[in-house]
């Protein structure tokens, strides 16, 4: 922006990309509505659904406006694949004139003051993208002991996730962490003035938040960190099983190291140590899994499916995590 940030009157698209989950969007927009506005702002609201055909327009139109500071748009895009759903979400922020595009995930609601400590970090900072942090809803649902080990390790992992981002990264840069769509502000800019769109080369592997995020920080343009703009998600069932939480982590490896192989070839020697460190990780965390009294459960886990990735990426398999939609 070329007005001053901390001074200039902000318009700002809240988006979220949905596919075959009305419920979770019923849930999110709910949480849109009740969050409170950031002054000197106008903020609209928009679902795109990435289907062939609509499931969450009823949900939306029913909600629309979510008050009457709040108007709520719903666009379908057809071409299947998260990349394009995020590129017509940025398309549509344009379209309405927006300086600021805010990505939340479907299944997650934000807190109520959410979006006041999102801009209040823009304004205070010269980033150009700024994320904040993820944590697990608590809810009151039965849960096999199993499924509740994993939602209780998920939970530590989420903390974990935040404890580093937030020793690592304020206001004046992330060094040495990833923004990614759960909880993401970026300049429409980004995308209409300086090009740099989400890949849809890599339609369902996931990870092209994380390539955006490495290509803004490549260009010299500064990113941030909101501490206190948390989102929330309550984990599905489905996301709760062993075999997903692996292929998460197997898929997640891949794609990150396919990146790495197209920039330096020569990477792919680098498994002749990663692996077996990982191997011997691995069975450390199985043998200490009585002990922990299953903490230890989903790194085990996460660990298999990095070895198994980086396996998958060497062999030239790439993920299709995201053919498969899960939560709803």
Known sequence: MTEDRANAHLKVTVAALTRKRPEMVSNLLESWRDM??????????????????????????????????LPLYYVLEVEAGIPFGRNRAAKEAIALGSDLLIFVDDDEIVANDWLVELIAAYRQSKAVLIGGPLRVKK?????????????????????????????????????????????????TALFEEHGIWFDEKMRFTGGTDSKLCAEVKSAGFPTAWAANAAVYEEIPLERLAVSYQFKRGRDQSSTNYHRKLEK???AKFNVLVSVPIKIVIVAGLLVALPFTGGRTLLDAVRTSGWIAGRIDALMGRRSDLYKTITGD
């Open 36 to 69: 409170q506005l950031p002054e000197n702002c106008s903020v609209s609201c928009l679902i795109v659904e990435n289907d062939e055909t609509p499931v969450a327009q009823d949900v939306v139109e029913r909600n629309a406006p979510l008050h009457d500071n």
């Open 139 to 187: 809810t009151d649902r039965k849960l096999s002991v199993l499924d509740s080990l994993m939602d209780a390790c998920i939970e530590r992992r989420y903390l974990r996730k935040e404890t580093r981002a937030a020793r690592r990264a304020d206001l004046n840069g992330t060094p040495g962490v990833t923004i990614v769509t759960n909880n993401w502000l970026g300049e």
């Open 264 to 266: 330096t070839p020569a």
